[in-house]
């Protein structure tokens, strides 16, 4: 005699807890196994709920599955941070942005690319967690084919090793060049308290500040970027916008909007590029990191 279908209904729920994707499908799968096999009735009932549920999970998987490996671009730029798995990548994002993120002593934790905005200078820059990459990964092991397009997308790249363990970038290096994947990149030693950076990395340590700002720096620079602060005629503060050179006095409008650099006829500049403070220029007038600009327009 098995038990009532009302109780079975709710063993089935309980089972479910917690359990997404292929476990979830396993599971339901299973469960169907152990029903009767009862043609009507609320067991019959009973296996097509079970039925509907692994409908949807297999639905629900596919769409995670494309979801989750594009990453939404937000900000001015977009920093891949590539390594080894159990290399620190997720505690450097961490201590970099604000966002919540799974960090664990053992490999692959983070098994999708994990976007995290952090401020700059100022400005607003995307980083984002590649999980870790495998030997093999640019002949698509692991998912690796879709990870790699998603560092190609990107304009720069940290790669992290530990710093005990720098040969651990080898086999990753040779996956990026097999995938054609070339960006400015900054290589850093990872837990620094722990052992000292080799030479040619720079040393960070989530628990060091001091080295968590150098990383921004050289974050920055990497960027290609420079900064220049917009003026609107009366305000007194001026926020700093981030621009890719060579840039101009136009584009700095177009950051604006469309109209005003249809309409700009020039701006007043204070700053690098300036010969004095407040210098009228004209529309073409090359914007130099650091400037102040006042857009004037028609
Ligand atoms: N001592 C020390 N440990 C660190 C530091 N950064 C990270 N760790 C530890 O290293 C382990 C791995 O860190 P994660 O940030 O999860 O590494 P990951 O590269 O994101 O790993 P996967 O996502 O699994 O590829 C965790 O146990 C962290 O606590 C550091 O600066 N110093
Ligand atoms: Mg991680």
């Not at 599955?65 to 798995?85: K, L, M, N, T, Y």
């Not at 040619?200 to 602060?229: C, K, P």
Request: proline content about 6%; hydrophobic content about 40%.
């Amino acid at each position: 005699m098995p038990m009532p279908h009302r109780t079975y209904r709710q063993v089935i729920k309980r089972r479910l807890v917690g359990k997404e994707g292929g476990e979830r499908r396993r599971e339901l799968q299973a469960i169907l196994g152990e029903l009767p096999n009862y043609k009507n009735g609320p067991y019959a009932d009973l296996r097509k709920w079970v039925q509907s549920r692994l409908e949807e999970t297999r639905t629900r998987s596919r769409v995670v599955h494309r979801d989750s490996i594009a990453v939404q671009r937000e900000g001015a730029a977009q920093v891949a941070f590539v390594g080894p798995p159990n290399a620190g990548k997720s505690s450097l994002l961490q201590s970099l942005s604000n966002i919540q993120i799974k960090t664990g002593d053992y490999a692959f934790t983070t098994t999708r690319p994990i976007p995290a905005l952090t401020r700059i200078r100022g400005v607003l820059l995307q980083l984002v967690e590649i999980p870790g990459l495998i030997e093999g990964a640019a002949d698509d092991r692991g998912g690796g084919r879709s990870l790699l397009g998603v560092i190609r997308g990107a304009d720069a790249m940290v790669l992290c090793h530990e710093a005990t363990r720098p040969s651990t970038l080898d086999p990753i290096r040779r996956e990026l060049t097999a995938a054609g994947v070339e960006l400015p990149t900054l290589v850093v030693a990872t837990k620094t308290d722990e052992a000292a950076a080799p030479a040619g990395s720079l040393g960070v340590s989530v628990l060091d500040d001091a080295s968590l700002d150098e990383l921004r720096d050289a974050i920055w620079s990497l960027t290609g970027l420079i900064r220049v602060f917009l003026r609107r005629p009366g305000e007194a503060d001026a926020e700093p916008f981030a621009l890719r050179p060579p840039a101009t006095v136009v584009d700095v409008a177009e950051t604006i909007h469309q109209e005003v650099a249809d309409e700009c006829r020039g701006a007043r500049v204070w700053g690098p590029s300036a010969r004095f403070a407040g210098q009228r220029v004209g529309r073409e007038h090359a914007v130099a990191d650091g400037d102040t600009i006042e857009v004037l327009t028609r």
